[in-house]
């Protein structure tokens, strides 16, 4: 498994006590294997998936990536976990906006260190590849929605991590543009190899998936695929 949770508490105050976000989750996630996790707002999910990522930490549980607790890293190495395995695609992208396609894309390898002429490579390889060859130099506020956001996944993928997490990928999407990521999501965990979990309110997304998990009141539990997308 490249990915594995486990018993994962994640509490927030309120009031004079506190809410229980999550309650006992736990997940595993095999290499090339794309989960999707439904439920309504509020459920927890995004908490999920920033806890599954290293962005918050449990209060209790353990999260792993390729073997490497989570819990057993101090904040200067979660980073650079996060930076080289981890791949994040979120709902409003999260660009830099004085940048362009390719900057954007650059940046987790420069921040990694990784020499400019190869991440300048790197970053035009999977802008290609995505189909945006055309918009390497485009600063991201000209780009379109659908364009933002592959620049969001080639950012996410320029590393080749070992897991992507997509926090509702294409819920600011139309039709057309969101059955295009769609695709590239499904194309990521089947070719590319990488596991992929997916926070969405998309029944057309959960459908591809390997396995849908429905979150609801901070518990974890399969979900019937009838269920996901009727």
């Known amino acids: 498994m490249i990915l594995e949770a486990h018993d994962l508490v994640k509490r927030y105050p309120l009031g004079d006590g506190s809410v229980d976000a999550l309650r006992g989750v736990s997940l595993s996630v095999a290499k090339g294997e794309f989960v999707a996790i439904m439920g309504s707002s509020g459920s927890g999910k995004s908490t999920m998936l920033h806890l599954l990522g290293g962005l918050d930490r449990p209060d209790s549980g353990d999260v792993t990536i390729e073997g490497v607790a989570l ?64 918009r390497t130099e485009s600063r991201v506020t000209l780009m379109s929605g659908g364009e933002q956001q592959r620049v969001a996944l080639a950012r996410a993928m320029v590393t080749t991590p070992a897991v992507l997490l997509a926090d509702e990928p294409t819920g600011n999407l139309d039709p057309p543009t969101a059955a295009r990521m769609h695709e590239l999501l499904t194309t990521i965990a089947r070719v590319e190899r990488t596991a992929v979990v997916a926070v969405t309110h998309s029944r057309a997304l959960a459908a591809l998936a390997d396995r849908v998990l429905a979150l609801e009141d901070g518990v974890l539990r399969p979900a019937d695929r009838v269920e996901a997308i009727a």
């Open 71 to 134: 819990s057993s890293l101090d904040d200067p190495s979660l980073a650079r976990l996060r930076n080289r395995r981890i791949g994040f695609v979120f709902q409003f992208h999260h660009l830099l906006r004085d940048f362009t396609a390719r900057e954007n894309v650059m940046m987790p390898l420069l921040i990694d260190g990784v020499a400019e002429h190869t991440a300048r490579e790197r970053a035009d390889a999977i802008l290609a590849q995505l189909g945006i060859a055309a």
